[in-house]
């Protein structure tokens, strides 16, 4: 490299040096908002404590992105996080949360799990609709990891049947899944038992099952056979 080229690479250097250091003080890119989204189970509040989060003045490019990641991912009800820095002054956090979608009692208390039959909380009460799970059989749990069955079929088969229950929308009127008879599982949806029978064709049943609740009352109480997709579904009204 000549000395030209040299100068000339010293002043381009020097002036990079210049504008950073001019930035990392400039009220210009001080952070005046930070803003969350994509959670609904965690407040914004809860998100703030969680990460440790309060660069509101702080210059964005000092924001520790990472450690706030760390932190926030950490919590079980946190799958994801992806922290952006939106020149010049905000910051967006997007969260992706493990959904709460079933309970399991256990000892006086529920099991808050999700929808891989990961252990995600433990409260005295349940706080919103989902179903309760009946039929697992575990000696304890890992807060954070799916729950460890010695029936582990019966954890399958609440996976499979919750995610079919989830992808129609039923979550919030199913109110327990019984899964302690593999051959025979039980819904209880709104006031209706439905016998389900075992796991086979469980998309069929859902949908079924889904096909049947729009045509019936929420407030009727009964039976309903959907465990045989070779016949049409029966249903008898609890008198």
Same mark, same amino acid.
């Given at each position: 490299?000549?000395?030209?080229?040299?100068?000339?690479?010293?002043?381009?250097?020097?002036?990079?040096?210049?504008?950073?250091?001019?930035?990392?003080?400039?009220?210009?890119?001080?952070?005046?908002?930070?803003?969350?989204?994509?959670?609904?189970?965690?407040?914004?509040?809860?998100?703030?404590?969680?990460?440790?989060?309060?660069?509101?003045?702080?210059?964005?490019?000092?924001?520790?992105?990472?450690?706030?990641?760390?932190?926030?991912?950490?919590?079980?009800?946190?799958?994801?996080?992806?922290?952006?820095?939106?020149?010049?002054?905000?910051?967006?956090?997007?969260?992706?949360?493990?959904?709460?979608?079933?309970?399991?009692?256990?000892?006086? %208390?529920? $099991?808050?799990?999700?929808? @891989?039959?990961?252990? *995600?909380? #433990? /409260?005295? !009460?349940?706080?919103?609709?989902?179903?309760?799970?009946?039929?697992?059989?575990?000696?304890?749990?890992?807060?954070?990891?799916?729950?460890?069955?010695?029936?582990?079929?019966?954890?399958?088969?609440?996976?499979?049947? %919750?995610? $079919?229950?989830?992808?129609? @929308?039923?979550?919030? *009127?199913? #109110? /327990?899944? !019984?899964?302690?008879?593999?051959?025979?599982?039980?819904?209880?949806?709104?006031?209706?038992?439905?016998?389900?029978?075992?796991?086979?064709?469980?998309?069929?049943?859902?949908?079924?099952?889904?096909?049947?609740?729009?045509?019936?009352?929420?407030?009727?109480?009964?039976?309903?056979? *959907?465990?045989?997709?070779?016949?049409?579904?029966?249903?008898?009204?609890?008198?």
């Amino acid at each position: 490299m000549n000395i030209k080229k040299k100068f000339v690479f010293i002043i381009l250097i020097s002036a990079f040096l210049v504008l950073a250091a001019a930035a990392l003080v400039s009220p210009v890119f001080e952070i005046q908002e930070i803003q969350v989204v994509g959670n609904s189970q965690l407040s914004n509040d809860e998100i703030f404590e969680i990460g440790e989060i309060n660069g509101v003045g702080e210059n964005i490019f000092m924001f520790n992105s990472g450690s706030v990641k760390s932190k926030l991912k950490a919590n079980n009800y946190i799958k994801s996080v992806r922290a952006t820095k939106k020149l010049p002054s905000t910051i967006v956090i997007n969260i992706e949360e493990r959904r709460v979608r079933g309970y399991v009692p256990y000892m006086g %208390s529920y $099991l808050y799990i999700d929808i @891989d039959g990961r252990v *995600i909380d #433990v /409260k005295d !009460d349940m706080t919103i609709q989902h179903p309760v799970v009946l039929g697992l059989k575990f000696e304890g749990f890992t807060l954070g990891e799916v729950l460890t069955v010695t029936n582990g079929y019966s954890l399958s088969y609440v996976v499979q049947i %919750s995610k $079919l229950i989830d992808a129609y @929308d039923l979550s919030d *009127i199913t #109110v /327990k899944l !019984d899964v302690s008879d593999p051959e025979d599982i039980h819904l209880f949806v709104n006031k209706i038992d439905v016998n389900f029978g075992n796991i086979d064709d469980a998309y069929t049943k859902i949908a079924t099952l889904n096909e049947v609740l729009k045509q019936l009352d929420p407030e009727e109480a009964g039976t309903l056979d *959907i465990s045989d997709i070779n016949n049409n579904p029966s249903f008898k009204l609890l008198t």
